[in-house]
């Protein structure tokens, strides 16, 4: 008997000494990255205002959720640059922007995650709206029978797609929505859609077309996949999509034994791979790194099997890749410009939020 509690008390030992080394270890990039942007914020408390106001919205709830408060210079100029872009409709973006839907999304997580205050309960109740309002319904004049209901879009191309809605969601469970909230049942049915499975929940075009349980950019104005077609015109299932998919359904209440997570699970299991974004190479390859993140912690596994049988600590091995693309300054980049990943302030961004959940 004592022998065996040696044992327990060993392994507990281990446990610990592997969880505080690992722990150092992501803890390290964080404090690399954060020192990168801290020097990299321009003179008005911006990060790359030439692209929008998301750049900003999203390093500043990168570094409120790597242990920052509204009372750090850096967040607080961020935080009072965003603030004049605050517009009377509830939303938050440049006048004349395409993206409001994406801008607004990030903005008020950020003032989200830095009111404790009850400072921005207004603007926070505004911002929501705002998304709702934008949201593809019976509002813009499309019933459930569209392909574009419940989806949300940059606004730039006139139809909604699947990583908008997948921000429109997140953006509702952080400010504290249920999954039974309507606008959020209304984006399942959309995401329902985007899936490369045939169910009672999605009988399109190309849903039996290319059956493989991912998911890809759109199902509206024809659909479309930004890692291609099949030659039978399907549609190509690719990482980022289906990890926000996934990550979507779960939020919407979707549960583990329904046939949409389990495909979308399989689909996961046969591509998993930190080494690139699965069906897009090194395009979009840190905005995929986040949604992993988020993602697989959604799930709630801390680990994942593979389909060829080995299993997988993914927060770890997350560490493990973004220690090995860090730059010497703390900075992370893409080689790949693709969706403005060879912008060093996004992807630090993008880097430290997926660190946030593998603390």
């Given at each position: ?76 100029e ?9 517009q ?12 409001r ?13 830095a ?36 989806g ?44 490369n ?15 493989d ?47 949409r ?63 090995k ?35």
């Open positions: 008997m004592r022998s065996r509690l040696i044992g327990l008390f060993s392994l507990c030992i281990l446990m610990f000494s592997h969880a505080s080394v690992f722990a150092a270890d992501a803890q390290e990039l964080v404090d690399k990255g954060t020192a990168f942007l801290t020097k990299a914020q321009a003179e008005d408390g911006s990060f790359s205002s030439a692209t929008g106001t998301g750049v900003t919205s999203l390093v500043t709830t990168a570094l409120l959720k790597n242990g920052k408060t509204a009372d750090d210079p850096v967040v607080a961020a935080l009072e640059y965003l603030s004049q872009f605050v009377e409709d509830g939303g938050i973006y440049k006048p004349g922007s395409t993206h839907n994406y801008e607004t999304c990030l903005a008020v997580v950020a003032f989200h995650e009111n404790k205050d009850g400072k921005y309960d207004d603007l926070i109740k505004n911002a929501e709206k705002y998304i709702k309002e934008v949201q593809w319904d019976a509002g813009e004049g499309h019933d459930e029978s569209s392909t574009s209901y419940g949300a879009g940059y606004g730039s191309h006139s139809r909604p797609d699947l990583s908008n809605t997948s921000f429109l969601i997140d953006t509702l469970k952080e400010l504290g929505a249920g999954e039974d909230d309507p606008a959020i049942q209304k984006a399942l049915v959309f995401v329902s859609r985007c899936q499975l045939k169910t009672e929940h999605n009988d399109t075009d190309f849903a039996d077309k290319n059956p349980g991912g998911f890809y950019y759109t199902i509206a104005a024809g659909g479309s996949s930004q890692a291609g077609a099949e030659p039978d015109g399907g549609l190509r299932s690719y990482g980022s999509m289906t990890y926000a998919g996934l990550k979507s359904m779960i939020y919407a209440g979707v549960k583990a034994d329904d046939e997570v389990k495909a979308a699970l399989e689909w996961i299991t046969k591509h998993y791979t930190l080494s690139e974004n699965p069906g897009m190479a090194d395009s979009g390859l840190y905005y995929y790194f986040h949604t992993f993140a988020k993602s697989l912690a959604a799930v709630g596994k801390p680990e994942l099997v593979d389909d060829a049988g080995k299993s997988h600590s993914w927060k770890t091995e997350l560490v493990d890749e973004l220690a693309r860090q730059q010497p300054d703390g900075s992370w980049v893409n080689s790949q410009p693709r969706w403005l990943e060879n912008d060093p302030n996004l992807v630090t961004g993008y880097a430290l939020l997926a660190l946030s959940y593998c603390q």
